[in-house]
């Protein structure tokens, strides 16, 4: 957050946002109050806001740099229906994940004003779930069905199918996502205990990214939320634990990392 900080959240019944030193993981506090329903996704913002989606009751609730509870942003008055996903843009809007009613909503990430729905789907092949805003300008939005979308972030314009179920290289449940060096899209497939990478331009499956550990030590089960460090590094969020990840297989050019915020 601009102050050592990594805040983790956990989709509990405590829905609770923990901050955690980012160099050497020690818990350093939590956010105070705003009686989170599961803290689906926690997004910081540049002037280091704390935002995050409480799933269970259709919130998006700010703290400040502190963690202190500020006030509900967004609420279901505006729309929302068990958000999860959410990314800032570019041009300082908030997009959320409104999974209930397979929607993709655009509010004023200041004051939390409904701006309009930018995506929409049929709810048999469109559950939309966490968001990437990738290095071209394109907003991904994995579904629950496995598949990725894509849309043009200026324009609205989809895009359709970014990483398509025929080729997803077994995509399950699906949740955090990240750019990596070189250019490449790396998912939390949370059905497979896996992270699953795919060529940056055309979507294809490239293999699985993380490398190492066994069924009992450094395990990966459930990754969830997936970030990239300002060290390069890939951090992902798993089962209440953070699992740092250094590995290079030798596809597209340059280190390979990830890192988390879920």
């Known amino acids: 957050d601009g102050a050592w900080s990594a805040w983790v959240g956990s989709f509990d019944h405590d829905g609770e946002v923990g901050q955690f030193h980012s160099i050497v993981g020690t818990r350093t506090g939590a956010v105070d109050d705003g009686h989170l329903a599961g803290a689906w996704e926690v997004v910081i913002t540049e002037d280091r ?141 949370m059905g497979t205990n896996q992270i699953l990478r795919y060529d940056g331009i055309r979507g294809d499956y490239v293999g699985v990214f993380n490398n190492g550990g066994t069924d009992i030590a450094l395990t990966l089960d459930e990754p969830w939320g997936v970030r990239v460090g300002p060290d390069g590094n890939v951090y992902v969020s798993r089962n209440g634990a953070v699992h740092h990840d250094d590995h290079d297989d030798g596809h597209d050019d340059g280190d390979d990392h990830d890192d988390d915020d879920h």
């Open 49 to 189: 806001r704390i935002l995050t989606t409480s799933t269970g009751d259709n919130r998006v609730v700010e703290f400040d740099e502190y963690g202190t509870y500020v006030r509900d942003l967004v609420t279901s008055d505006q729309g929302l229906a068990s958000p999860t996903g959410m990314v800032v843009t570019p041009s300082g809007t908030l997009l959320v994940s409104s999974t209930a009613d397979n929607r993709v909503l655009e509010f004023d990430a200041q004051t939390g004003a409904l701006l309009g729905e930018f995506a929409s789907g049929e709810p048999w092949d469109f559950i939309p779930l966490n968001m990437l805003v990738t290095h071209d300008g394109h907003l991904l939005v994995a579904s629950a069905t496995g598949t990725v979308f894509s849309w043009e972030l200026a324009s609205g314009e989809s895009h359709g199918a970014f990483i398509d179920k025929s080729n997803n290289g077994g995509l399950a449940s699906p949740r955090g996502m990240a750019q990596i060096r070189g250019g490449d899209i790396i998912v939390a497939s």
